[in-house]
Every structure is written in structure tokens, then in C-alpha cells.
């Protein structure tokens, strides 16, 4: 209940706010003050004539603030009835109060300076891109003001405890002085540019106009309104700010067709100085980008905030009022460039810079090649997940679904990659773009980078396999399957190259030290023929053993499956994807037994016959090992095992019949297990 005479309201409701309209209403107070004490809150009935508005809670969420635990909700119903938010929390309960109240009141969202040591900051910090933070803007008298309610109360210790220090620091500041420690950060929502104006951009229609008054009442614009917007309110926080005009590498950007001093520039942008530096923002693409379809598509990113002048010359080249000597000083370099090299550098990706991945090979965007060209790439983060290149057709602008003119190689234990590419065609620049991710649970990949490759000659390679899952390399981790992730493939690599010879076929081993079971599939570039019968899988003495025998010169394709350690279904999945090149085939090679995943479980190893078609009506020997087996059987005789394993002579049957081999690891046993299946004939 409400005791007039009393300047304090205890308030225990189901819907804290709603309770709180009423109060206003009731006693006309127009501004309110709140504190925590015990298990309630406590509102104070101010007078008119106040002009002080105050939110400051009891408790800071500091376990949700720094991950410990899930946030709080941080709308105004739910901050009044947990008495505990972070910064939006405060911010948004003071919007709801000032709603109430009928003064004007936004939500402001920035980057903040480090506030551990007490409620002023640290002055000497440089903002943070982490430190997300939340403030109000409220009108008073006509004019804006600021407050900030969270640093109002206190400060956050070690980030572990809230230290609470009520103070007034932060109610209605200069804000100049406020400046110091608050940077807004105006993506497009904040400068009131809710879309692209992508049909102006176009040529679909007029452009709207990109003065501020405009851009905030059309809630549209391009980059020329993004640019303007943003100068006038930093402008309005004292914050020295300029916009800069000139060329970027962005939607439509073409490196056979070099931009031009004499050609208008066609894109726009801010610098700000902050800290006694001068550092770039980017409000356009930091709200997204034009794609394929010609929309704009929202991406909110902070990539382009304070973005560092040696990553932001990548794609933005100041140019303004045809003075380039001017306008290379607002590169913000030590050594600026010149446009000359701007059109020749190759354009780093964002996502390039955020994975850290190195060019390590080229770093001109117009390439010419004989043929093919092998381009290298580090990964200097995290480890790469996965990595892809395609070309783009020069005459649709459609990006070549075939694999079948690239070939990506994934190295997991340099975290380097190996892109080898070969134009389809000579005398035409050939786009490829470059993808890359270090996140596996990222549905699709990243754009690193984009070349144009022209090949000055038709050289006739042979054709990569049209389906390369990407790239070569490991698509599982190893150690799932029981292998160890710095032995698999170590030497060898995922681009085996062979040159057995006439009669020599080609094993693979690589260490395990346990294995369920596995399998392979082998084949030829283009998929026209499978190999399986031309590949054989053993594992025996800690090793996997896949042999092949290849009839012909070019590629093929070697997929290894295996069962996780573990696991109790029957599914393999694939843990590796390999490139096999064959210098020298074999003459006539003979397709091996068909083989089963006993085969595996047993650890057998089969030493004669390894040719998968025998002689009708022939004396054949059969010699394996195995320390599982205990019985044998061929032809419905049984054989045990001896100290060496099995070593027996059958006879086989007329031309178009089988010969199967069976095993069992039970000396009891009455039934057996495929092994081997041969052929007669």
C-alpha cells in the first residue's frame, strides 16, 4: 500500500512495473529512485522539480557477466523481480522507468573502457572490443543527457565480485568527460539506417539522399549516408571524427579491371581519433553486404571498428578532392602505397584475417600460369577444420561445381594447406575462390581469399577426381579410430604419389594401435569405374595395410573408413580422404580377393593366394596368419591353426564357381565368419 505521507514505497508485486505506473500516477512524482534492501526493492517518491532519475540495483550479475553460468534475463519485468542484471539489465530498467515517467530515454550500446579497480575506469586502457556495454541517453530540458546506471552503483572486482560504490560520477556527465571510458559503437540500427539502399545502388532508382536529416528519417541509405551519419553523431559526443571517400574491393570488384584515379570513387568510410590515434570505422559493411542476388544481406560484424590501417588498406583506398598526396596521409601508415599496389595485392578475406590464415606462396590477385599453379596456405590460429577452392565461370559468373581442375590437400600437422589449381581453359582470367573454416560445427566455410588464375597454355593434364569431398585429408579425428594424429600419414602425406612399376603394387601403412574395423574405396578420376577389387585392407603388427595395384597413369581417389573405438553400431564413417597420382601403372594388375570386416577383427593376413581370380580345377596353396584364429576352413574342411598361423593346399572348383574361406577364433566353436571370397576361372 502507499502511504502518502511517506517518501518511500515498498514494493513486493507479481508485475513490478505495472505496480510502479500506478505509483507515478497516484502521486504525480515524476521521478524515481531505487535501491535494494533485503529481499525488496524500494522506490522513493521524488518531487517535480527533481531531475535526478536513478537505477541503480543491488546486485550485479557478474557469474552470468562472465560466462559461469547462464545470464539472467535482462528485460525490465524480469530485472525488478530477480533484483539483479549486467549492464543491458540496467540499462533497459532505466528505459522502462523513464517510459513511465514520459521522459524521453534510448539504449546505448558500445564498447567500454576496463572498470576493475573503481567506479572511474582505467583512463590509460585502450577500449576493448570484448567489453561490451550498455548505457542510457535520456532528454532533459530539450537537451540530451547521459547516465550511466551500472558504473552508478559500482564496479566489478577480478571479474569474480561486485564491489558495490554508489556514486555520481556518471549522472548526466560531460560528455566529453564521459567519452573517455564510453565509446557508442553506431552499427546501421544505431546511425537509423535500417536497410541498404540496394535498389539506388543499382541504378534501379534515384538514390535516397545521404544527408543525416535524410538517412534517419528514410531509415535507408548507401555507404555515402552510412558514412555521413555516423560523422555527425560522433561529432555530437566530441568525438574528432572526418569521412573519407575513395575505392574498395567490394560487391563487384574486379582485378583484371584496375581502378583509376580518373574513374569516381565508389566508396566512403570514417576515421576517428580516439586516444590520441586515429583509427578507421566502417559502419556500412560492418552491417553487412551485397550478395550474388544483388540484396543486401544483414551480417552484423565489429570487424570494422577500430579496425587496424594495415588490415583495413586491404580493400579501402582513401582518395578525396583528386589530391592523392592528401589522401594518402588517411591510410594511417607508416610507408602508405600507392594505387598501383593496392590493384595488384590480392584482397585478404575478413575471414581470412579473423582465422589467421597465411598467404604463404602468392599475394597478387592476377596470377599467370602454365598450366597449374600451387598455392600455399598457414594457419597461424587455431588448427584448420577444413579448406575448398572452386572456379568461377568468367562467362556465367557460376561457380564450377566439378572438382575436377583442383585439388586441396589438408595438412593437419603443419595446419598448412596446398591448393593445386589449373585453369580450364587458356587466355581468359579464371576466378577461384578460396574457403576455410577452424570451427567443425560451422555449417559452411568462409571466403579466405579470391585469385584470378590464366593459363598461358593448354597443357592437357590429366583431370583430378571430380568429387573431392572438399579436400584431401582427415575428416575425423584419429584418435577416435585408434590411430595417433602425428603418426597418420606424417610421411606420406594426403597426395601419395606412386611409381611401383610393372609389377609392384603400392601399400599404404600407417600406425594403430587399436582398430575395430575398417574399409576402403578406391576410384578412378572421373568415377566411371570403382576400384575396390583393385584394394585390399589388413591390419596386423600395430599397422593398417591398404594395398593397391593400378592399371593406368592419372589420379584416383582413396576414401578410408573405420569404426570409432567404442562405438556399437556398424556404421563406418569416413576418417580419411586421400589423392593417389600413379606415375607408372602396373601391366595388367589382378584384382585382389573380395575381403570382410572379420578380416580386420581377426588381424588376418593373407600371404598367398592375393589374387582374387583362381585356375578352375588347380592345386592352390593358402597361407595366412592370424593370433585370433583358432580353426580354418576351405572347402568344408577345417584346419587348425598352427605356431605360423595356417598354411594348407586346396583344390578349386570349375570355371564360374567360388571359393570362400571362413575362420573362427573359438576352438569350440561350430560356426564360422567370412574372410575371403576368389573367384574361379
Not at 528505459?95 to 582505467?122: M, W
Not at 583528386?322 to 584482397?347: G, H
Not at 594426403?494 to 574399409?519: C, H, R, Y
Request: some cysteine; overall charge neutral.
Amino acid at each position: 500500500p502507499l502511504d502518502r505521507s511517506s517518501p518511500w514505497l515498498l514494493i513486493s508485486a507479481q508485475s513490478p512495473t505495472a505496480t510502479l505506473r500506478e505509483c507515478a500516477q497516484c502521486t504525480g512524482g515524476s521521478l524515481l529512485t531505487l535501491s535494494k534492501r533485503g529481499c525488496f526493492l524500494l522506490v522513493s517518491i521524488m518531487s517535480q522539480e527533481s531531475t535526478r532519475i536513478d537505477c541503480r540495483l543491488g546486485r550485479f550479475d557478474v557469474d552470468g557477466r562472465y560466462g559461469r553460468r547462464a545470464r539472467l534475463p535482462n528485460d525490465a519485468e524480469s530485472v525488478l523481480k530477480n533484483r539483479a542484471g549486467v549492464c543491458e539489465g540496467y540499462a533497459n530498467l532505466m528505459l522502462e522507468l523513464c517510459s513511465i515517467l514520459g521522459v524521453t530515454c534510448k539504449v546505448i550500446s558500445g564498447y567500454s573502457k576496463e572498470n576493475d579497480s573503481g567506479v572511474t575506469g582505467d583512463q590509460q586502457a585502450a577500449f576493448d572490443p570484448t567489453e561490451f556495454h550498455a548505457w542510457n541517453a535520456v532528454q532533459l530540458d530539450g537537451r540530451w543527457k547521459l547516465i550511466d546506471c551500472t558504473w552508478g552503483a559500482g564496479f566489478v572486482k577480478d571479474k569474480n565480485n561486485f564491489v558495490r560504490q554508489e556514486n555520481d560520477l556518471y549522472f548526466l556527465p560531460d560528455p566529453k568527460v564521459f567519452i573517455e571510458d564510453h565509446f557508442p559503437f553506431m552499427n546501421s540500427d544505431m546511425a537509423g539506417s535500417k536497410n541498404y539502399d540496394i535498389d539506388g545502388y543499382f541504378g534501379k532508382k534515384e538514390k535516397s539522399p545521404n544527408d543525416p536529416q535524410s538517412v534517419l528519417k528514410n531509415g535507408t541509405s548507401v555507404c555515402e549516408g552510412y558514412a555521413s551519419i555516423s560523422l555527425s553523431l560522433l561529432q555530437l559526443l566530441g568525438i574528432e571524427c572526418v569521412k573519407i571517400s575513395g575505392y574498395s574491393k567490394g560487391f563487384g570488384y574486379n582485378p583484371t579491371k584496375p581502378l583509376t584515379t580518373d574513374k569516381d570513387t565508389d566508396h566512403a568510410w570514417n576515421a576517428v581519433k580516439l586516444n590520441g590515434e586515429w583509427r578507421f570505422i566502417e559502419t556500412t559493411w560492418g552491417a553487412g553486404h551485397v550478395n550474388s542476388d544483388h540484396k543486401f544481406e544483414r551480417n552484423e560484424t565489429d570487424f570494422y571498428f577500430l579496425t587496424d590501417p594495415e588490415v583495413f588498406i586491404e580493400a579501402h583506398f582513401p582518395y578525396m578532392n583528386s589530391d592523392m598526396a592528401e589522401s594518402k596521409k588517411w591510410q594511417l601508415l607508416k610507408n602508405p602505397i600507392d594505387l598501383d599496389t593496392f590493384n595488384n595485392r590480392v584482397k585478404r578475406e575478413k575471414a581470412c584475417i579473423e582465422h589467421q590464415v597465411e598467404l604463404m606462396s602468392h599475394n597478387k590477385a592476377l596470377v599467370d600460369v602454365d598450366g597449374e599453379v600451387t598455392l600455399k596456405f598457414r594457419g597461424n590460429g587455431k588448427p584448420l577444420t577444413s579448406f575448398s577452392a572452386k572456379f568461377v565461370n568468367p562467362s556465367t559468373g557460376e561457380r564450377l561445381s566439378s572438382d575436377k581442375y583442383v585439388a586441396t590437400v589438408l595438412d593437419h600437422h603443419k595446419n598448412e594447406v596446398t591448393v593445386t589449381a589449373r585453369p580450364p581453359s587458356s587466355g581468359v582470367y579464371w576466378k577461384l575462390d578460396v574457403f576455410g573454416k577452424t570451427n567443425e560445427a560451422a555449417k559452411t566455410s568462409d571466403c579466405i581469399v579470391s585469385y584470378h588464375l590464366q593459363s598461358k597454355s593448354d597443357r592437357h593434364l590429366p583431370e583430378f577426381p571430380d568429387d573431392s569431398l572438399g579436400y584431401y585429408g582427415l575428416h575425423e579425428s584419429p584418435e577416435k579410430f585408434g590411430f595417433s594424429k602425428h603418426n597418420f600419414c606424417s610421411k606420406e602425406g594426403f597426395w601419395l604419389q606412386v611409381d611401383g612399376g610393372a609389377q609392384s603394387e603400392f601399400q599404404l601403412k600407417i600406425p594403430a594401435s587399436t582398430l575395430l574395423s575398417a574399409s576402403a574405396e578406391f576410384l578412378s578420376a572421373d568415377k566411371s569405374a570403382r576400384e575396390e577389387s583393385f584394394s585390399f585392407v589388413e591390419y596386423n603388427e600395430g599397422f593398417l595395410k591398404v594395398s593397391l595395384r593400378m592399371g593406368h597413369a592419372g589420379f584416383y581417389q582413396l576414401q578410408l573408413f573405420c569404426k570409432e573405438s567404442g562405438s556399437k553400431s556398424n556404421s563406418l564413417p569416413m576418417l580419411a580422404n586421400l589423392l593417389v597420382e600413379c606415375v607408372k601403372p602396373m601391366k595388367q594388375p589382378k584384382p585382389f580377393p573380395t575381403s570382410y570386416t572379420s578380416v580386420i577383427e581377426e588381424q588376418v593376413t593373407l600371404v598367398c593366394p592375393r589374387d582374387g581370380n583362381l585356375p578352375a580345377n588347380s592345386e592352390i596353396r593358402f597361407k595366412l596368419s592370424s593370433p585370433r584364429l583358432k580353426k580354418l576352413m576351405v572347402n568344408k574342411k577345417v584346419y587348425d591353426a598352427t605356431k605360423d598361423g595356417f598354411d594348407i593346399v586346396e583344390k578349386t572348383g570349375s570355371v564360374g564357381s567360388d571359393l570362400s574361406v571362413f575362420g573362427t577364433a573359438d576352438a569350440n566353436a561350430a560356426s564360422f565368419t567370412g574372410l575371403y571370397r576368389f573367384k574361379i576361372i
